[in-house]
Structures are given as structure tokens and as C-alpha cells.
């Protein structure tokens, strides 16, 4: 066959191969963020260790002040999201600006309105690993709909993303006491997907830190601390 001929039926074998041996991001024993096992994490993708051992402004002796160096930042919306103005290429360049190892990109799910169809987020196949020298995490933030915990993702959609942030949003369920709403993240974060709690220091869903805390850690879920809370004219306040 011609070179073409054979470069062409070499891409399609390989894009077939691809296809056959892609495995979903699922949460699983070995995860070096969250517990599990992601694409490419034995490609080279973990943090470098110079960025684990550095400490505050990036040095190791933790002098220069009291600024921590982030590695990545995990809670991110594009236009998709439809209060947010930015498009994923942007971000992702702004996190290569502030030198993050890595960035994740979570787009609201379905029913915070003005957010994206379901299948926006089946076709995050198409986003490479790594982008511009940044790693790139695939999730979602899901709306908790009721003090039980339920989210508003299907499990086959869930297993195939990264990571899920679960968090209380107004247009999608009302406050309710300090110990419902605190009941309402710790049901969310027995879903074995749900791996980080949104913006829990949002004072329009008063919470019982005392026991939030020990049983989010139980059940193996991160609290977020979300800047735009502590913006001076936020609604959070």
C-alpha cells in the first residue's frame, strides 16, 4: 500500500485501540489525588516532587511569606456553565500563567439553570490529559437536590468523570436547618463519586462544622474553601 494508505489505516487502528482500552476516570484504590486510579497516572502526570516539597511562595524553606503555592485548582466553569464568561481554552491558559500543575474543569450539572446538557459532559473524551503543560481533570459540580443527598448525574455519567464537587445551590434546593443541610452534604458524600464538598462556607446553608468535618473525612470527601465566599459584597455573606 501507498505510505498515505498505511498512515491512514496506522490512525484509525490507533484511534480503534484507543477507543477499546480508554478506561473512564473511576474512583478506585491507588487515586494519587482522591483514592483512585485516573487516566495517565502512571504517565508521568503525578505532581513533581519539586512542586510536593515546596512550601509557602514555592520554596522549601517556607520563607517569603505566608502565601501558599497552589498545585491546582479543581473548581473551575466555563461559558457552559451560563453565569461564566470564560471558555475552557482560556482557562486553561490562566492556569499555565499562574503555574498550576493542574486544573479542573467542573461546568454545573443540569439543573442549575443555564447550564449544559448531559451530554457536554460524555464528550470530555475528546480533551487531552495534558494541555499547554497543565493537567487536565474532567468533573462536574452536581447540585444537591435534597437533604438526602441526592444528586442530579446519573451513575453512568458520574463513573465516567474524574472527579464530582456536590454543593448546595440556591436555585436548586432551599436552606434548611444547620443540621439538615449538614445532613445533606454528608448523604451526598456517600456517593462513591462525590469526592469534594462545594463551597460548605456558604452562609446561606448554615452548617454543623462540628460534625461536617469528622464525616466528610469518614467517608472520604474534601470541604472545599471557596474564595468567592470571602469576596467583600458576595451573596455567600
Not at 519539586?50 to 491546582?72: I, Q, T, V, Y
Request: proline share 6%.
Amino acid at each position: 500500500f501507498p505510505a498515505s494508505a498505511r498512515s491512514a489505516g496506522d490512525r484509525k487502528e490507533r484511534k480503534r485501540n484507543s477507543r477499546e482500552n480508554y478506561q473512564p476516570a473511576v474512583l478506585r484504590k491507588g487515586n494519587p489525588l482522591f483514592g483512585g486510579k485516573l487516566r495517565g497516572a502512571d504517565h508521568g502526570l503525578r505532581p513533581p516532587q519539586s512542586k510536593l516539597r515546596s512550601g509557602r511562595n514555592g520554596r522549601p524553606d517556607g520563607k517569603g511569606g505566608n502565601r501558599l503555592k497552589a498545585l491546582f485548582d479543581l473548581h473551575t466553569h466555563t461559558l457552559a456553565s451560563g453565569h461564566a464568561y470564560s471558555t475552557l481554552k482560556e482557562n486553561i491558559e490562566e492556569a499555565g500563567r499562574k503555574g498550576l500543575w493542574g486544573m479542573g474543569t467542573s461546568d454545573h450539572a443540569e439543573k442549575m439553570p443555564g447550564s449544559a446538557h448531559p451530554v457536554f459532559f460524555t464528550n470530555y473524551k475528546v480533551v487531552h490529559e495534558s494541555v499547554l503543560g497543565v493537567r487536565i481533570f474532567c468533573g462536574i459540580e452536581a447540585n444537591i437536590c435534597d437533604f438526602g443527598g441526592t444528586v442530579d448525574v446519573e451513575e453512568d455519567q458520574l463513573k465516567k468523570l474524574d472527579y464530582v464537587i456536590a454543593s448546595l445551590h440556591t436555585p436548586c434546593i432551599r436552606s434548611g436547618t444547620a443540621r439538615q443541610n449538614t445532613e445533606a452534604f454528608l448523604h451526598a458524600a456517600e456517593n462513591p463519586y462525590v469526592k469534594i464538598l462545594g463551597h460548605p462556607d456558604d452562609s446561606r446553608y448554615p452548617v454543623d462544622y462540628e460534625a461536617l468535618v469528622p464525616g466528610a473525612k469518614e467517608r472520604g470527601a474534601a470541604l472545599e474553601l471557596n474564595n468567592s465566599s470571602l469576596v467583600p459584597g458576595s451573596t455567600r455573606i
